[in-house]
């Protein structure tokens, strides 16, 4: 169900704007994919002279949304979910970005956008994973 109410397409597609672009910056003036599986996975088995556009890049990531709460203000965030779920959620993200071959942003955003059909048939099996797993979780199991 969509909050009509809360719903901002400006924001939404400045955002995508962004994401864009920055995939775009990165590929052309880097030579290398926006996954951000794969960014912080070359973190944990550097090589020498990798490491300072990867950590450049995450901190880029965590200080836009700093950026934009001093700005506008975040949005209250509600998560409904106990530690456990949110875990075991973080676990099996991780463990299909290992045998997916890389994770959504890599997939969806860069491969997309690249043509890749591996990337297309990655990128929808997520999307049917999760179509199926809010359906189980929210009509199946909640009774």
């Known amino acids: 169900m969509i909050d009509w109410i809360a719903f901002t397409p400006a924001s939404a597609l400045a955002g995508g704007l962004l994401i864009g672009v920055a995939a775009a910056m990165l590929i052309l003036l880097n030579g290398r994919v926006a996954g951000i599986s794969g960014i912080v996975g070359g973190l944990l088995h550097p090589v020498p002279g990798d490491r300072a556009w ?3 890049f995450l901190a880029g990531l965590l200080a836009a949304p700093l950026a934009y709460g001093v700005i506008a203000g ?23 970005t290992r045998y997916g071959a890389g994770c959504t942003s890599g ?37």
């Open 74 to 96: 975040l949005p209250a965030i509600m998560i409904e979910a106990d530690y456990p779920r949110l875990i075991a959620a973080g676990l099996l993200v991780g463990l299909g």
């Open 54 to 56: 990867r950590l450049a």
């Open 107 to 143: 997939h969806g955003v860069c491969g997309l956008s690249r043509l890749s059909p591996r990337s297309l048939a990655a990128t929808l099996v997520f999307m049917a994973g999760g179509f199926a797993t809010v359906f189980v979780l929210r009509h199946v199991l909640a009774g």
